[in-house]
């Protein structure tokens, strides 16, 4: 009879099956649903449920997913997450691992957005070649936004701050509602006529998809394309990309940014006025430093053109050349007597006697040497020899058996085990003196 073999699971065995399950078994999951009890720990994650009539899902958002949101969620909203089901092994609940989360009804209007985008940019709209240079120096800036809003107030205090020599012209137009890419369009296209501006920037403050669909809309960015005067978009906040910024010519993240970005700095021009003036300061005392110098040199090559002082000039000439004249003859003959004296020496060292006495010498060391080797080697050889012998009868075996042992061999082999032997074989047994045959029993 088989047995049924049963496999007994802990509780943390199960959930971690169980979690395997899920995260393999289901890939990106999408849940629309109304938000509720939302929870926002110090450690930065939310967590929250998902629910509709009938039933409801536990849900987390980790960092720093968590901050790139760009809604703030609250209980009751409706809204649209993406993530994996996964097991928190722990309570033994699954949950679902948010990792993008947005209001319910912004895929429609992301998907216009791409649209758009795709088809704009198919038309070369945003192709970097038809975009215009923003100039270096704006004398004059038309300003596209709310007066109400917080943008131009950002705006106009970064410029006063930079460079208040610029002039702003504040173009007031709605930013938010249908009837907002119209006026903003048109707007454009009166600024663009009337000549009056360096440069356009259009600009709001941050928001949803939806807050941000007046610069998101096709009408407005043909009129962008058209313009002739450079335009500058600054929608949102940083993370926010607009059709207008793709269509401008200069994309800036924030309104501060482009305000920025349009003008100098006036502390950095101070400084580089300053410095400006400074080497022109350095610049000036250097020429004339070098025009002294060029009349002292010139100075000095009219006077060394004088006869009299050409004439004192080859007299000194003349006489360097005869003191250094004087000086090698005497260099030369010194290094021939130096040279003739080691000549000398090396001849009295070689002579015949000399190398003939040192030849006996050394032969007479050389014998003495060798014989007292030949006796050191004899003496080491005895040495060894005798150790050899005294090493060779402390392990010959003959003198194991001079002390009663004896070798019993079985066919001419040495016996080392029991086992090698059978009842009824025939042994021999080797003494110190003699042999013994033997029989098996």
């Not at 901050?67 to 703030?72: A, G, N, S």
């Not at 649209?80 to 097991?87: E, H, I, P």
């Not at 131009?152 to 208040?164: E, N």
């Amino acid at each position: 009879m088989s047995q049924i073999e049963r496999r007994i699971l802990t509780p943390s065995q199960l959930n971690a099956l169980a979690r395997s399950l899920l995260e393999d078994s289901f890939g990106l999951v999408e849940v629309e649903g109304e938000l509720s009890n939302l929870a926002r720990p110090a450690s930065g994650h939310l967590y929250f449920s998902l629910k509709d009539r009938n039933a409801q899902v536990r849900c987390a958002l980790f960092r720093p997913k968590s901050q790139w949101l760009r809604f703030k969620p609250a209980d009751g909203d409706r809204v649209l997450a993406r993530g994996k089901l996964s097991l928190y092994e722990p309570r033994g609940d699954y949950q679902l691992i948010v990792e993008h989360l947005e209001p319910a009804g912004e895929g429609a209007l992301r998907a216009a957005f791409e649209a758009l985008k795709a088809k704009l940019q198919a038309e070369g709209l945003f192709s970097t070649e038809r975009k215009r240079p923003i100039p270096d120096r704006v004398a004059r800036l038309g300003v596209l936004t709310s007066p109400s809003g917080a943008a131009v107030h950002d705006v106009l205090s970064v410029l006063r701050r930079r460079f208040p020599l610029v002039e702003v012209e504040l173009l007031p137009v709605p930013v938010q509602g249908t009837e907002a890419p119209g006026q903003i369009a048109r707007m454009v296209a009166r600024a663009d006529a009337s000549g009056r501006y360096d440069v356009l920037l259009l600009t709001r403050g941050g928001g949803s998809l939806e807050d941000l669909a007046a610069f998101n809309d096709e009408g407005l960015a043909r009129a962008i394309a058209a313009c002739r005067t450079p335009t500058v978009s600054a929608v949102g906040h940083e993370i926010d990309v607009s059709i207008a910024d793709f269509v401008a010519d200069l994309r800036c993240p924030t309104p501060s940014a482009a305000a920025e970005a349009l003008v100098p700095d006036r502390s950095v021009l101070a400084q580089r006025l300053q410095r400006a003036e400074q080497r022109l300061q350095a610049a000036g005392a250097r020429l004339m430093r070098e025009r002294a110098q060029q009349l002292d040199r010139l100075a000095l090559r009219l006077e060394a053109q004088r006869p009299l002082r050409r004439l004192q000039r080859h007299g000194e000439l003349l006489a360097r050349t005869g003191e250094r004249l004087h000086s090698v003859i005497e260099l030369h003959l010194g290094q021939r007597r130096q040279r003739l004296a080691q000549l000398a020496g090396r001849l009295r060292g070689s002579h015949p006697g000399r190398a003939l006495a040192a030849n006996r010498q050394r032969l007479e060391s050389l014998r003495r040497a060798l014989q007292g080797s030949v006796a050191a080697q004899a003496r080491t050889r005895a040495l060894q020899l005798a150790q050899l012998g005294r090493t060779l009868e402390a392990v010959s075996p003959l003198q194991t058996l001079q002390r009663g042992y004896s070798v019993l061999r079985k066919d001419g082999k040495p016996v080392r085990a029991a086992s090698q032997v059978q009842p009824g074989d025939r042994l021999e047994a080797q003494l110190a003196e003699g042999k013994l045959d033997l029989r098996s029993l």
